[in-house]
């Protein structure tokens, strides 16, 4: 079903540019982007006898509660040429979206993993004179998604602290992140807020170094806020370090053998000078 619709979209797509990196392709030739517009027609008149496909990159919707499409378009096209908006969900479907003017929106299953805006004139008959389709832009998004999808979260330990990564596959009005440390997994200590992207549809890295040392069972909890306040808690991740107080350090920072002579720093900070006993 087509319906008017106005939204925000996680995937927009202004079609001033085509065939790069991540970009939609088209088909060359008089067709391309037009004052900002996906244009089957930019010299004038489209041609008679052709199968013009725009196609989009290859999408991953499998996380996606469903997947909602909004474009705003202008079509005037021959008796029997069809203006069509395909998707590819285990094979290619269309709408017919010939001689439509406005802004539109279906609604795709989370399987679609690519969509094309395809104008067949070899059907057609009469005078292509005036005759046109245009798309001025295409928003992707979905009505509930997830505030942040975590890829991983891990904790390793560090000769000086405790190196915390983190990972998101996608962020919706994700604000901050929050970084805790308990000593026993019941009370958590608040050690840092890290901001958060906002807004993305792409692989983001985070990481957050702990440079407190002490010797036991760490663990570390990481909890995400939205920009509406709301907030989410991941599972906590833990390390164990053992107790290293023996290890010794040069002033170069080099590890050391317990017998070394001269100036040494302990682990815990101090600096102290071992002499040669008698």
């Known amino acids: 079903m087509l319906y008017c619709f106005i939204g925000y979209g996680q995937i927009s797509e202004p079609f001033d540019s085509f065939d790069n990196t991540g970009e939609w392709t088209s088909p060359g030739g008089n067709t391309g982007s037009h004052a900002g517009d996906l244009c089957f027609n930019i010299t004038g008149n489209y041609l008679a006898g052709e199968f013009y496909v725009f196609q989009s990159p290859i999408y991953d919707f499998s996380t996606w509660s469903s997947v909602e ?84 979260f891990s904790a390793e330990v560090r000769d000086d602290g405790q190196l915390l990564e983190w990972s998101t596959a996608s962020e919706f009005q994700s604000d901050y992140f929050s970084v805790y440390r308990s000593d026993d997994g019941n009370d958590w200590d608040l050690l840092s807020e890290i901001p958060a992207a906002g ?80």
Do not use: C
């Open 69 to 152: 499409l909004l474009w705003s378009q202008e079509s005037d096209v021959r008796n029997g040429d069809v203006f069509g908006l395909y998707f590819y969900d285990n094979g290619w479907f269309f709408y017919d979206i010939s001689n439509l003017d406005g802004f539109y929106s279906i609604t795709l299953p989370n399987t679609t993993i690519a969509l094309a805006f395809v104008l067949n004139t070899t059907g057609g008959s009469g005078n292509i004179n005036g005759k046109f389709s245009h798309v001025r832009f295409l928003d992707v998004y979905d009505p509930a998604p997830l505030p942040v999808e975590l890829l991983d």
């Open 199 to 278: 807004f993305s549809n792409s692989v983001i890295n985070y990481e957050y170094m702990d440079r407190n040392i002490f010797a036991n069972y760490i663990y570390y909890k990481l909890k995400q806020t939205d920009i509406d306040g709301a907030e989410e808690s991941f599972i906590p991740v833990y390390v164990y370090r053992g107790n290293n107080k023996s290890k010794n350090y040069n002033m170069l920072g080099q590890e050391v053998k317990e017998s070394y002579k001269g100036f040494v720093l302990e682990v815990n900070g101090n600096v102290v000078l071992k002499k040669i006993k008698n």
